[in-house]
């Protein structure tokens, strides 16, 4: 495998490079990315054969969509540009959701942000609760027909969710989305279960992000090392707290993942990204550099082919389909997360 064999996103026929660009690093914060670091990693990117590029409004409140703007003047044809709406943006809580009121106006800021007249493919960032899928859906066939974005997707939805969306596409005689973009790694293999069937049954494309899981997967987490110093551990410790009792497990699949790797000549890091790569359901792996030398480390991993010998040994110390933590599957649904709705009042 390597970065110049193309797949095709679900059964929209784009051909786009097995790693996306990834650009949550970008832009304002202690962690993240200069602007001008930032730009010459989308050039070098483009330069190695990566073909598609993922951003979204939040990330940096418009920041990274502002520099990948920039970025691509005069390269805006040699990419497939991605990015996604829901957030909230500003202080106004009313800049938020998956209403067609905040698609309307989000999409004209990204429009404008990246420098562009249309947007490949743009995705609803998280599910909307509070508004009606089928609002959603109907706003954004009205964006394609307007010619202001080409495709549309999701992120992270339950399964039931997405079978909705399908369902509601094709009773209303609308366009149905054509990508999810969902967590997967070494250590995050619950889509496994249900989400990556959905997908191929549809012919949905998978943007897959986190191979690292946040940095589980960087070799920096090892049992008897010292707690890794990252912006992450600091902004959520407790997913990150390698003291915590219920990271126990995934700490020690960490180490054994770590020594697979070794152990077949590997980093981490190309154990991780390959085994993503690997998996028929996923078009296109997203990874998130915040340095040259990070996208260095990405781009080796596309050349990893990995057997079964290997795959069977990484079943071995993760089984298929399993999560460690509820918070690991990118989002946790209300009846999860707040008592009051799962309980009688």
Not at 42 to 49: M, R, S, T
Not at 159 to 182: R, S
Not at 212 to 236: E, F, H, I, N, T
């Amino acid at each position: 495998m390597s970065l110049s064999e193309l797949r095709t996103l679900g059964r929209t026929g784009v051909p786009i490079s097995p790693l996306t660009l990834g650009t949550l690093n970008f832009g304002t914060g202690t962690a993240a990315a200069s602007s001008e670091e930032s730009i010459r990693i989308i050039h070098a990117a483009l330069d190695a054969g990566i073909t598609s590029i993922d951003t979204a409004d939040i990330y940096s409140q418009g920041e990274a969509e502002t520099i990948v703007g920039q970025a691509l003047l005069g390269r805006r044809d040699e990419v497939f540009l991605a990015t996604k709406f829901h957030g909230q943006m500003g202080s106004n809580p009313a800049h938020s959701g998956n209403s067609r009121r905040w698609i309307t106006k989000a999409v004209e800021g990204s429009l404008r942000r990246l420098q562009t007249d249309h947007i490949d493919l743009y995705q609803a960032h998280r599910p909307d609760y509070n508004t009606d899928l089928l609002e959603t859906i109907t706003a954004l066939n009205d964006l394609i027909r307007q010619g202001k974005i080409l495709y549309y997707g999701t992120s992270v939805f339950a399964p039931a969710q997405l079978v909705e969306a399908q369902w509601l596409a094709t009773t209303n005689h609308l366009i149905a989305p054509v990508v999810d973009q969902v967590p997967y790694s070494l250590l995050v293999r619950a889509n496994e279960r249900d989400v990556f069937a959905i997908t191929q049954q549809y012919g949905v494309g998978v943007l897959s992000y986190g191979p690292l899981d946040g940095g589980w997967l960087s070799g920096a987490y090892r049992l008897g090392w010292p707690q890794p110093l990252s912006s992450r551990a600091a902004a959520v410790p407790g997913r990150f707290d390698v003291t915590a009792h219920f990271n126990q497990q995934k700490l020690h699949a960490a180490d054994a993942l770590a020594r697979l790797a070794e152990a077949n000549g590997l980093s981490l890091v190309q154990l991780s990204v390959a085994f993503a790569l690997n998996h028929p359901a996923v078009s296109s792996v997203i990874i998130g550099p915040r340095t040259e030398e990070h996208l260095k480390d990405y781009l080796k991993a596309a050349d990893v082919v990995l057997g079964d010998t290997v795959l069977d040994a990484i079943d071995q110390i993760v089984q298929p389909g399993t999560n460690f933590l509820e918070r690991d599957a990118g989002t946790v649904v209300p009846h999860l997360e707040f008592a009051e709705l799962r309980r009688r009042s």
